[in-house]
């Protein structure tokens, strides 16, 4: 078995270093080895020689201290408390038995660090378990507390599981010719239920496996399809906490995979939160989703984060690296290299390649790329938005003239990423005097994922990073913003002062923003503002469209015709997607240059247009498949 001949070589190459002593296991942890210490004092000052034999075995090495000497927990807990000065201002400290690792969490994490980390060195010195410290968020966030306490709860399964996974990737490799191909699932020539399957002989890789929300018949990716095989599947990568990437990775688990989900940290937050409310509203709804809050528990025991640029093997012939796609918090463009430099491909899940005022534009630069998978939405002829800036000022007159008139603003949002965005423009507005006095109501689970947010600032662009470090400076701080605590409140906002309303579903698909609707759209001082993409089929498209009389479900569950009056505006140019001109430039800049490109992720002309224009523009293969088709790459 080559996983057990592959942790011999390496017990091996262990043995010929001048830290052998201090290691008394060695095994794998997902796709890391971990080197379990007796003494850690001999590892820490062989930080170079570790280093070394990481890049001689090509592997990830961390270390962990041998259960056998670490420290009783309350003791140590004392032990931090007293080493720590109190202006780091602790607000939590975390023990992780199944690793070792203690975390402490704190409002000035430089001071728990101390100068150049010599105070995390004494602390490990004094306790043997390894200290990490992280910064406490400014906002509590319920979920990122509940995902750290499962991780702990789950500790020893988890462990488990993770030795299983890193013997299956470290398999031995059998096939001798190399191949390639690529079977598109869901979200091709359609937006929503996003799902790819990689095949090579060796290894078969899930890329995001999401749902339409939009959609009751063509709501989950096509797995019927032969060769998807779930017990078989090696790993699923996934993207960004969108449900239309997300949404149907618990279903995986309840039918037989038992691999790894691939994603960041905050996108293992962020689609925790999602998936979570998906199950909620469907429940509420009187839908049935073929998954339940177990599988979504199985999601989290199995997600293995890794930081953009980690370069991770996630199957014996497969490594990938996630790079910043500009899109919402932690979401990646995923560079996948394939055997020993036999095929590397990039696939940009959803792309945002402009500055917005929460993130950087994506990553184009990769070793080696022969064909892009990419984002397609607004990749039509037509689709050529407005500057950012001059969307904000549309957006912020709109806003202004409905309040002076005295009405109010809903405007129905995407929980993740276009309601931050919005936030931290009205924010900015309120702070240059342009609005004043205006309160801005926060409704689904918008709170929650700003407070996931504020949690992972390394995540954001540097200048909206910067305010968050400066706590009086946190736009998200702002007493302009309310978070709406149940129907009583919104009842309330309804027949209030004039306001602006931030609330899910983007897509009017569900959720609160059906009730303000429907109490707002009758009067023509209020106004709709949308800033997101309107999925085919949806009420917002509808809307959008022109419908004026709406049926809904009414107070006693009868239908009832809803007359809308109200101003409806859309405002482009918030959008997380690039727009035509965005996603040209991208692939100009991109280097090096790819051989084909596949368009996915846009309605069935956009791809089929986006294709044909990529082909003239820059003479390569394009193609923009229908679902269920397999294109063989190599
Ligand atoms: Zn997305
Ligand atoms: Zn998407």
Same mark, same amino acid.
């Given at each position: ?40 004092? $001999? &590892?820490? *000052?062989?930080?170079? +020689? @570790? ?6 075995? #090509?592997?990830?090495? !961390? ?55 010599? $105070? &995390?060195? *004494?602390?490990?010195? +004094? @306790? ?6 992280? #910064?406490?968020?400014? !906002? ?56 790819? &399957? ?75 939160? &999602? ?360």
């Amino acid at each position: 078995m080559a996983a057990e001949e592959l942790l011999k070589e390496i017990k091996a190459a262990v043995k010929e270093t001048p830290f052998a002593d201090a290691v008394t296991n060695i095994d794998f942890e997902g796709p890391r080895v971990v080197l379990y210490c007796g003494n850690l004092d $001999l &590892l820490m *000052e062989n930080g170079e +020689k @570790i280093k070394e034999l990481a890049r001689k075995l #090509r592997k990830r090495i !961390i270390l962990r201290p041998d259960p056998s000497i670490l420290t009783d927990k309350e003791e140590a807990e004392r032990k931090i408390r007293e080493l720590v000065p109190p202006e780091a201002k602790i607000t939590d400290i975390i023990f992780s038995e199944d690793v070792g690792e203690v975390t402490i969490e704190a409002e000035k994490p430089g001071v728990a660090i101390g100068k150049g980390g010599a $105070l &995390l060195r *004494e602390i490990m010195h +004094k @306790i043997s378990w390894t200290p990490k410290v992280i #910064r406490a968020p400014p !906002i509590k966030s319920e979920i990122v507390h509940n995902i750290r306490l499962s991780m702990i709860y789950s500790g020893a399964e988890r462990r488990e599981i993770l030795r299983k996974i890193g013997r299956r990737i470290h398999r031995e490799q059998k096939a001798k010719d190399g191949w390639v191909r690529l079977t598109t699932l869901g979200g091709a020539r359609e937006v929503g239920r996003s799902c790819f &399957l990689l095949q090579t002989p060796e290894s078969k890789v899930m890329l995001d496996c999401g749902v339409n929300v939009a959609s009751d018949d063509r709501a989950f990716p096509h797995l019927e399809a032969p060769e998807v095989r779930l017990p078989e599947l090696d790993a699923v990568v996934l993207t960004h906490a969108h449900l239309d990437h997300c949404g149907f990775i618990p279903y995986l688990f309840k039918y037989g995979f038992e691999g790894p989900v691939y994603c960041t940290p905050p996108t293992r937050d962020l689609a925790v939160l &999602l998936l979570l409310d998906y199950l909620d509203i469907a429940e509420r709804e009187g839908k049935q989703l073929p998954y339940n809050k177990r599988d979504i528990g199985s999601f989290l025991t199995h997600c293995i984060t890794l930081e953009y640029g980690d370069v991770t093997d996630i199957a014996p012939d497969i490594r990938i690296t996630f790079h910043n796609a500009g899109h919402i918090l932690g979401s990646s463009v995923v560079h996948i290299h394939i055997g020993d430099g036999l095929y590397n491909i990039v696939y940009t899940g959803d792309l945002k390649f402009d500055r917005t005022r929460l993130f950087s534009p994506a990553v184009y630069s990769f070793p080696r790329v022969e064909t892009l998978i990419i984002d397609s939405t607004y990749g039509g002829a037509e689709d050529i938005q407005p500057y950012r800036t001059d969307a904000e000022k549309v957006f912020i007159q709109t806003v202004l003239e409905t309040i002076k008139r005295g009405g109010k603003v809903l405007i129905p949002a995407f929980a993740v990423g276009r309601a931050q965005e919005i936030m931290v423009l009205l924010e900015s507005a309120k702070r240059s005097k342009i609005i004043d006095g205006i309160p801005v109501y926060l409704d689904g689970m918008i709170w929650e994922a700003t407070a996931i947010h504020t949690a992972y600032p390394e995540y954001l662009s540097q200048e909206l990073r910067e305010l968050i470090f400066k706590e009086e400076d946190n736009p998200f701080l702002s007493d302009m913003f309310i978070k709406v605590s149940g129907p009583d409140q919104r009842a309330e906002i309804i027949d209030g002062e004039p306001s602006v309303i931030l609330s899910t579903a983007g897509m009017m698909a569900g959720g609160p923003v059906l009730e303000y609707f429907k109490r707002l759209a009758p009067d023509p001082k209020n106004t709709l503002i949308f800033v997101g993409y309107q999925g085919e089929g949806s009420l917002g498209r509808r809307i959008q469209k022109g419908w004026r009389e709406i049926p809904m479900q009414g107070e006693k569950g009868k239908l009832e015709e809803v007359k809308v009056n109200m101003e409806v505006r859309t405002v482009e140019g918030f959008s997380g997607h690039s727009d035509r001109a965005q996603l040209f430039n991208y692939i100009r800049r991109m280097s090096p240059k790819p051989d084909k490109i596949i368009s996915v992720h846009g309605d069935d002309t956009k791809c089929t247009d986006f294709a044909a224009a990529l082909h003239k523009l820059f003479r390569v293969e394009t193609r923009a498949p229908l679902n269920l088709e397999t294109i063989r790459l190599r």
